[in-house]
């Protein structure tokens, strides 16, 4: 699968509450990505990353903030979560050439109480 | 700003029917386009991509997709579904340097035996 992995896999939170979701790759993909996941939006880019300490903000970023340290790792985190933030949360990556595809996790499911 | 339609949300068959699924994306310059599928409690895989070339692309378990630029088409095909192919569908274009990628909303396809 891509040698992606995300941490953790489902989640249970209270609204005001800090969350982070990892993404873990081990193909050294320069490209990472955060989408969320909700029933008739289909997948909406939040945030990525084209390298180390290199992200920007994509669609429906408000709300969330990203940090990546290391190529294989890229972190989103909810500063204080809300009922509106429970969603499934899909990374994906991608390679360094331009017309690569990108690649998704196996997701993190997120209820905000 | 670029927009993905998916006309159709559900879509009910019958075993070795032909499937159709409709895709349109809003943007006039070089995109990529991409079929993804989502089985049941998995995540997105690619079913096939454009870049460039011949518009007629094949991809894997049988699906096809024609690429048509005038008329901003990226329609998905199958000449005969099996119970299988249950899942949601999702086009998606990219462009640019970074390759986001817009989904669209998702057609839900159930195939009955």
């Known amino acids: 699968d891509a040698g992606i992995t995300q941490s953790p896999r489902h989640k249970v939170t209270e609204t005001g509450t800090p969350v982070t979701l990892r993404c873990h790759q081990t193909e050294n993909h320069r490209y990472m990505y955060w989408y969320r996941q909700d029933p008739g939006h289909g997948l909406r880019l939040i945030h990525y990353?084209?390298?180390?300490?290199?992200?920007d903000k994509g669609e429906v970023s408000d709300g969330y903030s990203v940090s990546r340290s290391k190529t294989e790792d890229f972190l989103l985190t909810l500063e204080s979560a809300t009922s509106s933030q429970t969603s499934v949360y899909f990374c994906a990556i991608k390679g360094w050439q331009t017309q690569e595809t990108q690649y998704f996790g196996p997701g993190t499911r997120l209820l905000v109480l | 700003a670029q927009s993905v339609s998916q006309h159709n949300h559900h879509v009910i068959l019958s075993e070795a029917a032909s499937l159709e699924l409709g895709c349109n994306y809003s943007?006039?310059?070089?995109?990529?386009l991409f079929w993804y599928v989502q089985y049941p409690g998995q995540h997105l895989q690619l079913l096939l991509k454009y870049f460039s070339g011949d518009p007629l692309v094949k991809g894997i378990k049988g699906f096809e997709a024609e690429f048509i630029k005038s008329k901003f088409s990226f329609n998905l095909r199958k000449p005969s579904v099996q119970w299988s192919d249950t899942a949601e569908y999702f086009c998606?274009?990219?462009?640019?340097?970074?390759?986001?990628?817009?989904f669209g909303a998702g057609t839900r396809l159930a195939v009955h035996p």
């Open positions: 943007y006039g310059g070089t995109v990529n």
């Open positions: 998606a274009v990219s462009s640019g340097g970074y390759n986001k990628l817009i």
């Open positions: 990353s084209y390298g180390v300490k290199d992200t």
